[in-house]
């Protein structure tokens, strides 16, 4: 009975203290995440030049085509799921079956939660907390706060953490100011960035570059995020 009741009081702490974050995350940006301490080290936050590998921005002052590139390539039922898209996982529960190479479901959502608290893992404990703090973020963020803080905090380049670091990295300009093209091109390093660099197209990235696009015209263009998001971005 002891250690029920000890179990108990340990998961209410855990659960009750990452409600606590995950609710102050909702309105303060994170001075790093998980992975980005994995892989620059938590000194790098003393580091003056920080802001070149990860420097959030507001949702406002990201492109509405970025926006729109990262759902048409990682989520498109974004703005319809409750964090897990049920007919995706499914369909890769299926095709993994015949494939060598597996493929995953996961969404921007629980992206979040992996790159805010997690470790670089395909463990069955990983993959029940990625579970879990996907479940804690859908019920305290909105749709837009998730889909700012995955724009600032997913990799886009070796090293380079959110939209501004990229934008600026790879084609010298401002995240509210990224076309189509730029956005799609940077959507398509995703979900390896490591081995792709917007800097040196491949014929693979401008096929992929060439599908996102594809994909964000089926989707309704820009006009799908202004009915989604409520935000007014200036381009």
Same mark, same amino acid.
């Given at each position: 009975?002891?250690?029920?009741?000890?179990?108990?009081?340990?998961?209410?702490?855990?659960?009750?203290?990452?409600?606590?974050?995950?609710?102050?995350? +909702? #309105?303060?940006?994170?001075?790093?995440?998980?992975? /980005?301490?994995?892989?620059?080290?938590?000194?790098?936050?003393?580091? !003056?030049?920080?802001?070149?590998?990860?420097?959030?921005?507001?949702?406002?002052?990201?492109? @509405?085509?970025?926006?729109?590139?990262?759902?048409?390539?990682?989520?498109? +039922? *974004? #703005?319809?799921?409750?964090? #897990?898209?049920?007919?995706?996982?499914?369909?890769?529960?299926?095709?993994?079956?015949?494939?060598?190479?597996?493929?995953?479901?996961?969404?921007?959502?629980?992206?979040?939660?992996?790159?805010? *608290?997690?470790?670089?893992?395909?463990?069955?404990? +990983?993959?029940?907390?990625?579970?879990?703090? !996907?479940?804690?973020?859908?019920?305290?963020?909105?749709?837009?706060?998730?889909?700012?803080?995955?724009?600032?905090?997913?990799?886009?380049?070796?090293?380079?953490?959110?939209?501004?670091? =990229?934008?600026?990295?790879? *084609?010298? !300009?401002?995240? $509210?100011?990224?076309?189509?093209?730029?956005?799609?091109?940077? =959507?398509?390093?995703?979900?390896?960035?490591?081995?792709?660099?917007?800097?040196?197209?491949?014929?693979?990235?401008? @096929? +992929?570059?060439?599908?996102? /696009?594809?994909?964000?015209?089926?989707?309704?263009? !820009?006009?799908?995020? $202004? @009915?989604?998001?409520?935000?007014?971005?200036? #381009?």
């Amino acid at each position: 009975m002891k250690i029920i009741k000890f179990t108990l009081k340990f998961v209410g702490l855990f659960t009750a203290l990452n409600l606590l974050i995950i609710f102050f995350f +909702r #309105f303060i940006n994170p001075a790093s995440t998980a992975f /980005i301490n994995n892989e620059l080290g938590t000194g790098a936050l003393l580091k !003056t030049d920080y802001s070149e590998n990860y420097s959030p921005v507001k949702l406002c002052n990201i492109s @509405r085509y970025m926006q729109l590139s990262v759902i048409a390539s990682e989520d498109q +039922r *974004f #703005f319809d799921h409750w964090g #897990f898209d049920l007919d995706q996982i499914q369909k890769a529960l299926k095709e993994n079956k015949k494939r060598k190479i597996t493929r995953g479901a996961s969404t921007i959502t629980m992206q979040v939660a992996k790159n805010l *608290f997690l470790w670089r893992s395909k463990s069955l404990i +990983r993959k029940g907390m990625e579970v879990y703090y !996907t479940i804690l973020i859908e019920l305290l963020w909105s749709k837009e706060r998730i889909l700012e803080v995955y724009l600032n905090s997913a990799e886009l380049g070796n090293g380079i953490y959110g939209v501004k670091p =990229a934008a600026t990295k790879y *084609f010298h !300009t401002d995240p $509210k100011k990224l076309n189509a093209r730029q956005s799609a091109l940077l =959507a398509a390093t995703l979900p390896s960035p490591k081995k792709r660099n917007p800097s040196r197209t491949t014929p693979y990235l401008l @096929r +992929r570059q060439g599908e996102i /696009i594809r994909q964000m015209n089926l989707l309704g263009g !820009t006009e799908f995020i $202004k @009915r989604n998001v409520n935000c007014s971005p200036v #381009f």
